[in-house]
């Protein structure tokens, strides 16, 4: 505790140091991409901006550490430069912090000129059909939570020894990244920062296929090229596509040739289909499933436990068939069923952001209304209100889609949003004292007893990590537990 | 620095060396030229010597002129090291050229776009893996490359280079690069 005070003192003192009394406070909540872009722009266009980056975990960067797959270290390498950012004078991190349970929005408002949300999407989209809640079906998320060692995924310990087959519902990237996990060998897994409880699950694994079911047809296929390319070309893997799968519309024909990814993830498709192939022994195989959407899923034999995916049949309809931004509306049922048996199902069929107490929600689309960042109260056509000082980016603005430099360009709209606000006077406290900001943070935390991970803190987990990780040759081994984080940032 | 560079030269030695897998989006279009290069690097570049020779030269003087022009339209030419990358020449001059991935070929944040296509037919065709991350590349045009992937060599000088806020202007102003 002594030592919270102390780092509280030192921060405190920067804060008071550098800046004047034309101080902007601005407090960002959650670390991932969205945030640290966020951070650093608006570091950039204003010089007396002084900010605050707030994440309910122990540890920052939040899906480039959770999300990106062990296997792509390359994209985590923009982990530097949040590094970096996070290290510079007029920024600091507080780990440990969760919004709506340990401090609330209207108590961020109260101290901060600025707060922008950025805590992304913990959460999942269902289904909504019978059998949903058997054992061995999870979220994607929760998967790579647990392979990427996510102090709340450890202990999930999905049985991979039962059964030979998993079925994955839906063809994004994150479908992909799964699938490839699990059909990985497992000793090129092992020289990856892959968390170490899934590497051991994997090492036992008795899964040899994975079948990938898309609602709609390879033509829209929510996955990116780059992705595609990388298991289509794995070692000793098996493809499967129906050739009849392939023959595409017209329509959709028209459509791709407008459609750069849509045309090149496609034409990766068509010509594995058509790679001639002969499988030696102990392979395993990737079925690519097209036009098939789940109908409920079937117990096995001790009736607790997933046993297959009754799937149905699709068709597209006329030009509904290209519009990949309205999924629920161009897929019907033919009434003709087949079911897939399986003992693991993974739905990888979208994210989803959760509200907190005093935030405008927008519960069918999963995001807070805003106009170009700015979170609107109401928001009517036409009557739409602005939540002063209040602002969104990342997934909670504009929904689970996008890569990481998604968020550069996001973060970059917001930032113009305050920017304006700012220089029209609109975030002046109307009362005319200035808000407390990082002073009034540390107060309160005192207040309440919470002990928070500063950057350094998350140095010292970093340095453990990559320490054990280099006794493994691995690049880390990642500490998965709440209590063993918080130990190792020596709190 | 110097190991820096000489590893680079193994890394195009290495790339251009190898049988090209072309994606079938991309044209052959200047395929005289690349495979000119091709042959001209693994020719004389062939023994670390060769490629030590090479280096001193390229570190000590020859430089071309590279103007990049920022999100307002405002204009920087700057002198790149023959065998730099676009990526590390912005940098270093303290052009605001993202790179979250530092040029390891996995995001598309380094972004720029030729603004003269006759300079563009200069370059080596994008391989597979630019262009998937060109996929993802925000405001995508036909003269659009990565500029972790385009490396300073005599026939660029002159070069101009857009990040891709500035492509705003071009579309007002009408221009629009040809397909090829």
Known sequence: ?491 | MFLHRLSRVGFRIARTSMPVSRSSTSTSYFGAIFNRFMHQMTNHHFSTTAINEACEGLENKEKISVTFVNKDGEEKTISVPLGMSMLEAAHENDIELEGACEGSLACSTCHVIVMDVNYYNKLEDPTDEENDMLDLAFGLTETSRLGCQVIAKPELDGIRLALPFATHNFAVDGYVPKPH
Not at chain 1, 9 to 34: E, Q, T
Not at chain 1, 213 to 240: F, S
Not at chain 1, 303 to 315: I, N, R
């Open chain 1, 1 to 491: 505790m002594g030592r919270l005070f102390l780092h509280g003192a030192r921060l405190l003192s920067r804060g008071f140091c550098s800046l004047g009394s034309n101080r902007i406070s601005v407090c960002i909540v959650g670390s991932g991409p969205a945030g640290f872009y966020t951070a650093e722009k608006m570091l950039k266009a204003h010089q007396t901006v002084e900010v605050d980056i707030i994440d309910r975990l122990p540890t920052p960067f939040g899906l480039v550490r959770y999300g990106v797959a062990p296997d792509h270290p390359e994209t985590k390498i923009v982990a530097n430069q949040f590094s970096r950012v996070a290290k510079s004078e007029r920024c600091s991190f507080f780990g440990n912090i969760a919004l709506g349970s340990v401090i609330s929005l209207s108590e961020l408002r109260e101290n901060y000129d600025i707060v922008v949300l950025s805590y992304g999407a913990e959460s999942d989209r269902s289904l909504g059909i019978p059998g949903e809640d058997l054992n061995g079906i999870y979220s994607a998320r929760e998967f790579v939570w647990w392979y990427n060692g996510h102090p709340d995924c450890f202990n999930m310990a999905p049985d991979l020894k039962s059964t030979d087959t998993a079925v994955i519902l839906g063809l994004g990237n994150v479908a992909l990244d799964v699938a490839r996990i699990l059909l990985r060998p497992v000793s090129e897994l092992a020289k990856t920062d892959i968390s170490d409880h899934a590497l051991a699950s994997l090492q036992d694994s008795t899964i040899r296929k994975v079948y990938l079911v898309a609602r709609r047809g390879p033509a829209q296929a929510a996955c990116t090229a780059k992705e595609l390319r990388e298991i289509l070309g794995m070692k000793n893997l098996h493809i499967k596509i129906q050739q009849v799968d392939l023959d595409i519309s017209p329509s959709d024909e028209e459509e791709l040739k407008k459609q750069r990814i849509q045309k090149r993830v496609y034409e990766l498709l068509s010509k594995a289909a058509s790679s001639p192939h002969c499988p030696p022994a102990e392979q395993r195989e990737l079925h690519f499933v097209f036009f098939r959407k789940p109908d409920r899923f079937l117990p096995s034999e001790n009736g607790c436990t997933v046993g297959a995916v009754h799937l149905e049949k699709t068709f597209l309809e006329g030009k509904a068939s290209n519009s990949s931004l309205l999924p629920h509306t161009c897929k019907f049922g033919r009434g003709e069923f087949e079911d897939i048996t399986c003992g693991l199902v993974l739905k990888s069929i979208g994210y989803k952001s959760l509200p907190i107490d005093g935030l405008p929600f927008d519960n069918h689309k999963g995001v807070v209304p805003n106009l170009k960042g700015r979170v609107l109260s109401s928001y009517q056509r036409g009557h739409e209100a602005v939540e002063h000082g209040l602002y969104v980016a990342g997934w909670l603005k504009r929904g689970p889609i996008g890569i990481v430099a998604t968020n550069l360009y996001c973060a970059e709209e917001t930032v113009a949003s305050i920017s304006e606000d700012v220089e029209k006077g609109l975030l002046t406290a109307a009362s005319g004292t200035p808000k407390p900001g990082r002073q009034g943070l540390l107060q309160l935390l005192e207040n309440k007893n919470i002990k928070f991970v500063p950057f350094s803190g998350w140095e010292k987990i970093d340095a453990k990590e990559k320490m054990v990780g280099q006794q493994r040759n691995k690049p880390r081994e990642k500490v998965t537990t709440w209590e063993d984080l918080l130990k190792a940032s020596n709190v």
